[in-house]
């Protein structure tokens, strides 16, 4: 079985109504792009999910991959508290860093606490967190579907991510299971001068090249970025979508574009991405 599904999607926590407090309103539109990307993926049943996260632990010139035996979240605002826990898919993790390894990509495998058994749990991060709220979530189904988290260094060029992007594919269609590739990708951090990192014309630039190419279905050009446009619009996503961007040179999947926000002092988009 191949990859069912793809997401591009945000992980501004405000998006969780729990944790919206007075910005509720304010954060509708990334809300309602959310829950329709999670009506899409959980359509495609996916029983995996590989969550590409930029804000979990990074391992220098590697690509982390989870490997504890499973990883929960804890997010709270305003004296609301929203929990994630999901089983870790070990073996594709293991398949993952195998065949990466394979390909000249480095990779480090990560687990947390006890070797085995309940202390087994790495930490989840936002960055998978707010995608699995609405994607995957455990209310929904008997049990959590299970995960594998990646973690990309920044030190890897696009190409490198785009290529384990392909890697992704090609170990997914050598299981059985059915696999969701997610690429949880805030966009550009610097649209507000009061936000805490300033402002700078870059990060509108960069944005509206973002949209303008997810829009066109053309995500290979995001792996040619200006580096300058990067360094002062300030965007984290563009990693997680380059492991997409590979992945869809193998997959025949249609593109869907669902919505782009910037509430506060970062942009937001969601697409999917299903099978024709």
């Given at each position: 079985m191949s990859?069912?599904?793809?997401?591009?999607?945000?992980?501004?926590?405000?998006?969780?109504?729990?944790?919206?407090g007075e910005?509720?309103?304010?954060?509708?539109p990334?809300?309602?792009?959310?829950?329709?990307?999670g009506r899409?993926v959980?359509?495609a049943?996916?029983?995996?999910?590989?969550?590409?996260?930029p804000?979990?632990?990074?391992?220098e010139?590697?690509?982390?991959?989870?490997?504890s035996?499973r990883t929960?979240g804890v997010?709270e605002?305003?004296?609301a508290?929203?929990?994630?826990?999901?089983?870790v898919?070990?073996g594709l993790?293991?398949a993952?860093?195998?065949a990466?390894?394979?390909?000249g990509?480095p990779?480090a495998?990560?687990?947390y606490?006890?070797?085995?058994g309940?202390h087994?749990c790495?930490?989840?991060?936002?960055?998978?967190?707010v995608?699995?709220?609405?994607?995957?979530?455990?209310?929904?189904?008997?049990?959590?579907?299970?995960?594998?988290t990646v973690?990309?260094?920044?030190?890897?060029?696009?190409?490198?991510?785009a290529?384990?992007?392909?890697?992704v594919h090609?170990?997914?269609?050598a299981r059985?299971e059915?696999?969701?590739?997610?690429?949880?990708?805030?966009?550009?951090?610097?649209?507000d001068p009061?936000g805490?990192?300033?402002y700078?014309?870059?990060?509108?630039?960069?944005d509206?090249?973002?949209v303008?190419?997810?829009?066109?279905d053309d995500?290979p050009?995001?792996?040619?970025v200006?580096?300058t446009?990067?360094?002062h619009g300030?965007?984290?996503?563009?990693?997680q979508?380059?492991?997409?961007?590979?992945?869809r040179?193998?997959?025949a999947?249609?593109?869907?574009?669902?919505?782009y926000?910037v509430?506060?002092?970062f942009?937001?988009?969601?697409?999917?991405?299903?099978?024709?």
């Open positions: 990859l069912v599904v793809g997401a591009i999607v945000p992980h501004g926590g405000e998006a969780i109504p729990a944790l919206a910005r509720l309103e304010l954060f509708r990334t809300r309602e792009g959310l829950e329709a990307a899409t959980q359509a049943d996916a029983e995996v999910m590989v969550v590409v996260t804000h979990g632990i990074r391992a010139g590697r690509l982390a991959l989870s490997y035996e929960e997010m605002h305003g004296g508290r929203v929990v994630a826990n999901h089983p898919d070990r993790a293991l993952l860093s195998e990466a390894e394979a390909a990509i990779t495998l990560l687990s606490g006890a070797s085995s309940p087994c790495l930490p989840m991060d936002w960055g998978a967190q995608p699995l709220h609405f994607l995957a979530p455990a209310t929904e189904r008997p049990s959590a579907p299970r995960v594998v973690v990309p260094s920044r030190a890897l060029s696009f190409e490198t991510l290529h384990f992007g392909e890697v090609a170990v997914a269609a059985e059915r696999t969701a590739l997610i690429a949880s990708s805030d966009l550009c951090h610097a649209h009061n805490p990192y300033g700078d014309p870059a990060a509108a630039v960069l509206a090249h973002i303008d190419r997810v829009k066109a995500l050009a995001l792996l040619r200006d580096p446009l990067i360094e300030k965007p984290d996503g563009l990693w979508i380059a492991v997409l961007a590979g992945a040179r193998h997959v999947w249609r593109s869907t574009f669902l919505q926000q509430p506060t002092y942009g937001m988009l969601s697409a999917v991405y299903t099978a024709p």
